[in-house]
């Protein structure tokens, strides 16, 4: 049974940073990519990085190149998004979710989400 579950979202100051988690379990192979998502209120959930667990491969959405970093820890079987000078902007539920598309960040290509971890960038 597929899992996947995001943790490490809170309240940060603008400017701050934070690492947020993505625990997947259930999956009898490496080949398939985990991506990160995110919801603002009022907003369509829209795609921020994804990562190839087969091979390291990443992408990037525009509005956060310079400020974020994916990696993921195989072993762990996660996937980690470190984000940095966070803006008010930047306020949102995270959401990780998993594609057989290696780098992308298109929402449609995404089968399976995690419930999200609220990420609020306020002083």
């Known amino acids: 049974q597929l899992q996947l579950v995001e943790s490490g979202g809170g309240l940060v100051q603008p400017g701050g940073s934070l690492r947020l988690s993505c625990a997947a379990s259930?999956?009898?192979?490496?080949?398939?990519?985990i991506g990160w998502f995110r919801q603002a209120p009022g907003k369509e959930r829209e795609g921020v990085s994804c990562?190839?667990?087969?091979?390291?491969?990443?992408n990037y959405a525009d509005a956060v190149k310079g400020r974020c970093t994916i990696s993921r820890d195989n072993a762990k079987n996660s996937v980690y998004l470190q984000r940095n000078s966070l803006h008010p902007e930047d306020t949102a539920i995270y959401y990780c979710?998993?594609?057989?598309?290696?780098?992308?960040?298109?929402?449609?290509?995404?089968?399976?989400w995690g419930p999200g971890t609220q990420v609020t960038v306020s002083s």
């Open positions: 259930g999956f009898t192979s490496i080949y398939y990519t």
């Open positions: 979710a998993v594609t057989t598309w290696k780098t992308s960040i298109i929402l449609a290509d995404f089968y399976f």
């Open positions: 990562i190839s667990m087969r091979d390291g491969s990443t």
